[in-house]
């Protein structure tokens, strides 16, 4: 919490987040979900377009991830739930009302642990996880003559599949709201139901954020923060809105319940409108559409084709022998994680030290690709046993650590075989042979000033002419095998 009000008042936090899932077809029709790029109302039926006498159909898949999003967020799946009509007037909603879910969700309850650092780990409620459709999209202009202001209407959206996750008011610092959402879109990447993106809109988050005198039992009065589109937007907004609550308060103030936006380009929430209720919505069944039986048989299915889960695959790392730091990041993303597990097990050898070659890799030249090409993991030409085989190249001696990350570039852009590329190239090691020792010699009577420095007791110059002998060699020569010949050379003359 800010300063400016740690002392007086404790923050309350609650999140709402929609998620966009990755199904092929909208939630109510068969319209196509991959309209990115797409131009505007292209992607659009009666059903999506809200048109008189159109029936809903609800998208079987949608219901699939929802119940997997539910299993991984340790929530109960209900057998009985069904879908109600949320009623408000705006020009992105076609119909007049949003299909959404009400009283009975198809997932109650459920946690999050987070991890903020120097603090305990903490579990952060799960209220209710719903399924709903998303809203058509409203494009803001200006007219250029009479500078007055007008709205476009992109329909290519509405009905898009979209779960709401709603939180616990669990949290009490924009640090745990930050890494509650992390670890949230983590667990969504990893089962494979939303690409959860921020930046592009899949992933959207609303602040509820309060403060209380310290101690107190009831809640302050809560503000929704909207238009945040980055978690660092999250985190400033929750900051932002610690101090003017509690500069609000410390006035005698009143706290009014509202919604208020995010402007990221001032660091300020600004008021928008007030608060609606519940009621307000006026909701009542979606009578267009049949409730929704989950068979216990079902859901255990489901339950049975989730991927091991970001926490459980960090343990595991761990108990390999790596280091926090090296499992949380290579936990991070599934396609990494799996992408180790397949390189570690093609290495021959002891299993830890399979495992740390593997981390090191990994973690080393295959992301320093990915964040050079800006590409996914599944685009790299490396695959698992191509790089085992070159792991296996350098730990035998056979090449240079220096070699080997050469010779993993022309692998990325060419597919071949790391043996191959060494064997053409002419890349493999040298070490004491008399190849190796001529042209240690041609070193020592180039560069008489470090020789100068090394016999008058400057030992460091040895490695300055280490240096000059792999730059010779591209990098075969073995450096302890250079340093033992120049040592030697140097002591003979």
């Known amino acids: 919490m800010s300063t400016a009000a740690a002392t007086e008042f404790e923050t309350v936090i609650g999140l709402e ?22 131009a505007p109302n292209t992607h659009v039926c009666p059903v999506c377009l809200g048109m008189p006498g159109t029936l809903p159909v609800i998208n079987e898949r949608a219901i699939e ?15 009985f739930a069904k879908f109600d009509r949320k ?74 599949p979209l779960m709401e996750i709603v939180s616990e008011p669990d949290m009490r610092t924009a640090a745990e709201a930050r890494d ?29 954020v309060s403060l209380r005198a310290w101690g107190a039992p009831e809640f302050g009065t809560k503000v929704e923060v909207k238009n945040m589109n980055s978690f660092r937007a999250v985190h400033d907004a929750i900051l932002y809105e610690e101090v003017r609550q509690a500069e609000v308060l410390r006035a005698g103030g009143r706290i009014p319940q509202e919604t208020r936006g995010w402007v990221d380009e001032r660091n300020v929430t600004v008021s928008q409108r007030s608060k609606e209720e519940a009621n307000d919505y006026r909701y009542f069944p979606e009578p267009d559409l049949p ?17 091991t889960l970001p926490d459980v695959r960090r343990r595991q790392l761990v108990e390999l022998g790596l280091s926090d730091y090296e499992a949380a990041s290579l936990a991070e993303d599934a396609l990494r994680a799996s992408y180790f597990d397949a390189t570690r097990e093609a290495l021959q050898g002891e299993p830890a030290r399979a495992a740390k070659l593997a981390a090191n890799w990994v973690l080393g030249e295959v992301l320093r690709w990915q964040n050079t090409t800006g590409r996914p993991l599944d685009a790299l030409l490396v695959r698992p046993i191509a790089l085992a085989g070159l792991i296996t190249l350098a730990e035998n001696g056979t090449i240079t650590g220096q070699v080997a990350k050469e010779v993993f570039e022309t692998m990325t852009t060419t597919g071949r075989a790391a043996l191959d590329i060494v064997s053409e190239g002419g890349l493999a090691q ?61 002591g003979n003359d």
């Open 430 to 490: 040298m070490s004491g042979d008399a190849e190796l020792r001529e042209i240690v010699r041609r070193i020592v009577a180039a560069n008489a000033k470090a020789v100068e420095d090394y016999r008058a007791g400057k030992e460091a110059s040895i490695k300055f002419l280490v240096g000059q002998v792999m730059r010779e060699t591209r990098g075969r020569a073995n450096p302890q095998a250079a340093q033992a010949l120049l040592a030697s050379e140097l």
């Open 65 to 79: 991830f929802i119940t997997m999003t539910g299993l991984a967020l340790n929530s109960e799946i209900a057998s």
């Open 17 to 38: 987040v929609h998620c966009q899932l990755i199904t092929k077809s909208k939630m109510f029709c068969s319209c196509s979900t991959d309209y990115s790029g797409a």
């Open 291 to 307: 409730p929704l039986r989950l068979s216990r048989e079902w859901v255990a299915q489901v339950r049975l084709s989730l991927p």
């Open 180 to 208: 509650y959402l992390v670890r949230l879109r983590q667990i969504l990447r990893y089962i494979g139901v939303s690409d959860a993106n921020m930046e592009e809109g899949n992933f959207r988050c609303d602040a509820n």
């Open 87 to 160: 009623n408000y007037p705006y020009p992105d909603l076609m119909k007049g009302y949003q299909i959404s879910q009400f009283d009975l969700p198809v997932c109650v309850g459920g946690w999050i642990e987070v991890h903020v650092e120097g603090e305990p780990a903490r579990r952060i409620g799960i209220t209710r996880v719903h399924m709903e459709e998303d809203t058509a999209r409203l494009l803001h202009r200006t007219d250029a003559v009479t500078g007055e202001g007008y709205s476009l209407v992109d329909v290519n959206r509405s009905g898009t």
